[in-house]
């Protein structure tokens, strides 16, 4: 009797046990999206969540996402194709824009038209793109100078368009009713020191703004860090947009900060942060908000959760990223919104149609550094761990030509094939010294060779391991581990890339037959 009444309860316990895992297992867990997404500005129209963020020098730039529960997001569209034409986006006489581009976009919802607003600093100008369909478009374009930092673009109830911007001071401008610039004389500082609430001793003053209205009542977010502390959530409020404003620290916490707030259709209200997360880049989280005293309070009981009371997320295949055949049916786009190139490509270099089933990559200039050569195409890593794979061809590469598979950022690592002599081999590069060296070369004695390329992102690990293989199913490592680095060079989580450059004659080729993406890591495919 007794027996059975211990079996019973252990059974009862057990049963507990797992109930409350698999509760917790059906829960969103930060971060929401562990990957490269950085600079977050969220809307909501009716049930639907749309999510502006930023890719620097990447094209087409600035990606828009969409979800319904805020926490499963896919790409559905770019707020452009091609920023400019000028020698720093187009990688031509030694230039680039690594760094810069446009970044920290505003999305907005009025009156039945979406906007979405950066800035450059590669071209010194502001830039509202507007459509009425942000899934499909097509896109209008206002540009204008200067370049205004960091800016909220803001639509109040009297009809008139502000624009916050700055770093530590704010300011704050009225913009023309057609949004082509600024109104002459209403430029203003709004907040002298925005960093205050977070005390005196700051290394990185108040910037990231964004603007909301609730209830009457005005919040303006913003990212600021005490020296020798972390990121740090300052939130100030005002009755009246021109003030006075009142301000406190509102989140610190595992350096989850810069963003702002959404509320959901049943009411219920979150932060939208990130945090640098090493290699990987900057990642976002969710935060829930409680109203009190008319003051938005982020976080239980100050602290980042790992589990929230939303959707579980699905993972970010093939949402965010997403594996490749180069299969293209009559209707398909030449590209899935997943890719991006490096800087801006030269359209008549590459194809998916001149052999069906593959990507063809055309040289068409010499260049003496891979950061400089153009129509390298890439995806966003993701964490904790992940791998890319793909097969190249190489039987129309030229000598001197060099083509594969990198993970991009300023330290770089390769693994590819390279014609020498008119014999290929198949190599591993690596920059991580701050320069490219090549580690190890293996002789190919024939065209087709497998490449593949893991990343351990757990706990800030940050290493990458390549390999080759001549099956595609026994994997062969090559070269050394390479340990990522964050570099502000380039401020861009590692990216996987496809790429083939010509460093002696140009008009060789390579195909690639796919690309496959895992959230796994095994040593082979």
């Given at each position: 009797m007794k027996k059975t009444i211990l079996f019973s309860m252990m059974c009862w316990i057990a049963q507990g046990f797992f109930t409350?895992?698999?509760?917790?297992?059906?829960?969103?867990?930060?971060?929401?999206?562990?990957?490269?997404?950085?600079?977050?500005?969220i809307i909501r129209v009716g049930e639907t969540y749309y999510m502006s963020s930023t890719t620097m020098h990447m094209n087409p730039g600035v990606p828009i996402m969409k979800s319904k529960d805020l926490v499963n997001w896919q790409i559905v569209n770019y707020a452009y194709d091609v920023l400019d034409t000028i020698d720093a986006l187009t990688l031509k006489n030694g230039k680039s824009t690594y760094g810069r581009g446009t970044w920290a976009s505003c999305i907005r919802y009025h009156n039945g038209t979406y906007y979405v607003?950066?800035?450059?600093?590669?071209?010194?100008?502001?830039?509202?793109?507007s459509t009425k369909d942000i899934e499909k478009g097509p896109w209008n374009t206002i540009s204008f100078k200067p370049a205004y930092h960091d800016h909220t673009l803001f639509f109040d109830d009297d009809g008139r368009i502000y624009l916050i911007y700055g770093v530590g001071r704010l300011n704050m401008l009225e913009m023309k009713e057609d949004l082509s610039g600024v109104k002459p004389g209403t430029e203003k500082v709004l907040i002298e020191n925005a960093s205050l609430p977070a005390g005196t001793n700051i290394m990185l003053r108040a910037e990231g703004s964004q603007l909301f209205k609730v209830r009457d009542r005005y919040y303006l977010f913003n990212i600021t860090w005490p020296r020798g502390g972390m990121r740090t959530v300052v939130v100030h409020r005002a009755d009246n947009i021109n003030g006075p404003w009142e301000g406190r620290l509102a989140l610190q916490d595992l350096g989850v900060a810069q963003?702002?707030?959404?509320?959901?259709?049943?009411?219920?209200?979150?932060?939208?942060?990130?945090?640098?997360?090493?290699?990987?880049?900057?990642?976002?989280?969710?935060?829930?908000?409680?109203?009190?005293?008319?003051?938005?309070?982020?976080?239980?009981?100050?602290?980042?959760?790992e589990t929230l009371n939303l959707p579980a997320g699905k993972g970010l295949i093939p949402g965010i990223v997403a594996s490749d055949e180069f299969s293209r049916k009559k209707g398909d786009p030449a590209l899935p919104l997943v890719w991006q190139w490096n800087h801006v490509p030269d359209n008549r270099l590459w194809s998916v149609a001149q052999r069906k089933g593959f990507l063809r990559l055309t040289t068409g200039r010499i260049d003496t550094s891979f950061e400089l050569a153009r129509n390298t195409l890439t995806q966003r890593t993701i964490g904790p761990v992940c791998s890319g794979s793909t097969c190249i061809d190489a039987g129309g590469m030229k000598e001197g030509d060099f083509a594969g598979l990198v993970l991009?950022?300023?330290?770089?690592?390769?693994?590819?094939?390279?014609?020498?002599?008119?014999?290929?081999?198949?190599?591993?590069?690596?920059?991580?010294?701050?320069?490219?060296?090549?580690?190890?070369?293996?002789?190919?004695g024939r065209n087709k060779v497998y490449l593949k390329a893991e990343c351990n992102?757990?706990?800030?690990?940050?290493?990458?391991?390549?390999?080759?293989?001549?099956?595609?199913?026994?994997?062969?490592?090559?070269?050394?581990?390479?340990?990522?680095?964050?570099?502000?060079?380039?401020?861009?989580?590692?990216?996987?890339?496809?790429?083939?450059?010509?460093?002696?004659?140009?008009?060789?080729?390579?195909?690639?037959?796919?690309?496959?993406?895992?959230?796994q890591i095994t040593g082979k495919d």
């Open positions: 409350n895992l698999s509760a917790q297992e059906k829960k969103a867990q930060n971060p929401v999206i562990f990957a490269d997404v950085p600079d977050m500005s607003s950066t800035f450059a600093q590669t071209t010194g100008k502001t830039y509202i793109y963003g702002g707030i959404i509320d959901t259709p049943e009411g219920d209200w979150y932060a939208y942060l990130f945090r640098d997360y090493g290699s990987v880049g900057r990642i976002p989280y969710l935060v829930p908000v409680k109203w009190e005293d008319g003051w938005p309070v982020l976080g239980i009981d100050g602290k980042v959760p991009l950022q300023k330290k770089y690592g390769q693994a590819g094939v390279v014609i020498e002599n008119g014999n290929r081999y198949v190599v591993m590069v690596s920059a991580a010294s701050d320069r490219p060296v090549e580690v190890q070369r293996i002789p190919l992102f757990t706990d800030l690990t940050d290493l990458a391991t390549f390999y080759f293989s001549l099956d595609g199913k026994n994997w062969n490592p090559i070269g050394e581990k390479l340990k990522m680095h964050y570099s502000l060079q380039h401020f861009m989580g590692y990216r996987f890339g496809l790429f083939n450059y010509a460093t002696i004659k140009e008009g060789g080729f390579v195909d690639f037959d796919f690309f496959h993406i895992s959230d």
